[in-house]
């Protein structure tokens, strides 16, 4: 079932462009998966109670599913270059369609983890047959002992019910069960749906070839891990030039030695750079040669933020 699970979410990967992204994407489902499983295992214990099923039950599906959620918009880069750029420009370079995408882009790739879990809850079906059994209409059971209200049906999911009325227990299981599956694989193909004609309308209003955007996803790739694995390599060269200015000497490994002859730092990035590679990207264009990122065009000296003559540049399609 897990495997099945698995695969039915590899669609929400048309998120993202990066394959490390979406291989990220999928251990986030699969950790998703896992901790499902044993979280019905360990955790799940339904009261059995009137009116503290429905509470329960809800919270089991939905309690994880914000909280996996928020942990998504957390760990994602976008969120705090959104910030970053509100906070440093505000928001009034930014198109509505540009405001749409980003916020889509964000919410969908936060999305993936408790979508997974809302998923696999229903298809398990236990939190939803802990919720819904009280409500049970009796009448819908074929010569259900009248003298049997709500308070029974709400310990249909435990074992501690009368032995006359367990033909009754697997008929209301058997029906909530079928239910919860329904929803589950109705979100499925609602979800793969509206993926799908995201997808599509994107590349119809994309001003980009198909094969400009893969070059375009592969430099942001290239240009992040470089960034990334340069900035850890002058921070150390950095600090142990103002240890051993502190100390006289640095006690350095072979490596880190190596390190400090070859790249010599003499001092650091001033603050207007860092904000200027630093906040949310949209593609823009300058004299019709393509700005691919934010430290791109901090490269190329361009400035200025909306459409107008040369020198500036075109709004075009948020990442």
Same mark, same amino acid.
């Given at each position: 079932?897990?495997?099945l699970?698995?695969?039915?979410?590899?669609?929400?990967s048309?998120?993202?462009?990066?394959?490390?992204?979406?291989?990220?994407?999928?251990? +986030?489902? #699969?950790g998703?998966?896992?901790?499902?499983?044993?979280?019905?295992?360990?955790?799940?214990?339904c009261?059995?109670?009137?009116?503290?099923?429905?509470?329960?039950?809800?919270?089991?599906?939905g309690?994880?599913?914000? %909280?996996? &959620?928020?942990?998504?918009v957390i =760990?994602n880069?976008h969120? =705090?270059? #959104?910030v970053?750029?509100?906070?440093?420009?505000? %928001?009034?370079?930014?198109?509505?369609?540009a405001?749409?995408?980003?916020?889509?882009?964000?919410?969908?790739?936060? %999305?993936v @983890?408790p979508?997974?879990?809302s998923?696999?809850? $229903?298809l398990?079906?236990?939190?939803?047959?802990?919720?819904?059994s009280?409500?049970?209409?009796?009448?819908?059971?074929?010569?259900?002992?009248?003298?049997?209200?709500?308070?029974?049906?709400?310990?249909f999911p435990?074992?501690?019910?009368?032995g006359?009325?367990?033909?009754?227990?697997?008929? +209301?299981i058997r029906r $909530?069960?079928?239910?919860?599956?329904?929803?589950g694989w #109705?979100l499925?193909? +609602?979800?793969a749906?509206?993926?799908? #004609?995201?997808?599509? $309308?994107?590349?119809?209003?994309?001003p980009?070839?198909? $094969?400009?955007?893969?070059? =375009?996803?592969?430099?942001?790739?290239s240009e @992040?891990?470089?960034?990334?694995?340069t900035?850890?390599?002058?921070?150390?060269?950095? @600090?142990?030039?103002?240890?051993?200015?502190?100390?006289?000497?640095v @006690?350095?490994n072979?490596e880190?030695?190596?390190l400090?002859?070859? &790249?010599p730092?003499?001092? +650091?990035?001033?603050?207007?750079? =860092?904000?200027?590679?630093?906040?949310?990207?949209?593609?823009?264009?300058n004299?019709? &040669?393509?700005?691919y990122?934010?430290?791109?065009?901090?490269?190329?000296?361009v400035?200025?933020?909306?459409?107008?003559?040369?020198?500036?540049?075109?709004? &075009?399609? %948020?990442t």
């Amino acid at each position: 079932m897990a495997a099945l699970i698995t695969e039915n979410f590899r669609f929400l990967s048309l998120f993202f462009k990066s394959k490390d992204v979406m291989i990220f994407n999928g251990l +986030v489902a #699969l950790g998703t998966v896992g901790s499902q499983e044993l979280f019905s295992v360990v955790a799940f214990h339904c009261p059995c109670s009137p009116a503290r099923n429905y509470i329960y039950g809800l919270a089991a599906i939905g309690v994880p599913a914000l %909280a996996l &959620f928020l942990i998504g918009v957390i =760990w994602n880069n976008h969120t =705090w270059n #959104l910030v970053a750029e509100c906070h440093k420009r505000g %928001a009034k370079n930014f198109s509505a369609a540009a405001t749409f995408l980003l916020f889509g882009s964000i919410i969908g790739r936060a %999305a993936v @983890a408790p979508v997974t879990w809302s998923v696999i809850s $229903l298809l398990r079906g236990e939190a939803y047959i802990c919720a819904l059994s009280e409500f049970v209409d009796p009448a819908s059971l074929d010569k259900f002992p009248s003298r049997y209200g709500p308070e029974t049906l709400a310990t249909f999911p435990c074992k501690d019910i009368p032995g006359n009325l367990t033909s009754f227990k697997e008929e +209301v299981i058997r029906r $909530l069960r079928y239910e919860s599956q329904l929803f589950g694989w #109705l979100l499925i193909g +609602v979800i793969a749906v509206l993926v799908f #004609l995201t997808k599509c $309308l994107k590349h119809c209003c994309s001003p980009l070839s198909y $094969l400009q955007e893969g070059y =375009w996803s592969q430099y942001r790739s290239s240009e @992040a891990k470089l960034f990334a694995r340069t900035a850890e390599v002058h921070s150390k060269i950095l @600090a142990a030039n103002n240890v051993k200015q502190f100390f006289g000497f640095v @006690a350095l490994n072979k490596e880190e030695k190596e390190l400090v002859e070859e &790249f010599p730092v003499e001092g +650091v990035q001033p603050s207007p750079q =860092w904000n200027a590679i630093t906040g949310v990207y949209i593609y823009r264009e300058n004299k019709g &040669f393509p700005l691919y990122s934010r430290l791109h065009k901090w490269a190329k000296g361009v400035e200025g933020n909306g459409p107008g003559p040369d020198g500036q540049e075109m709004v &075009f399609l %948020a990442t």
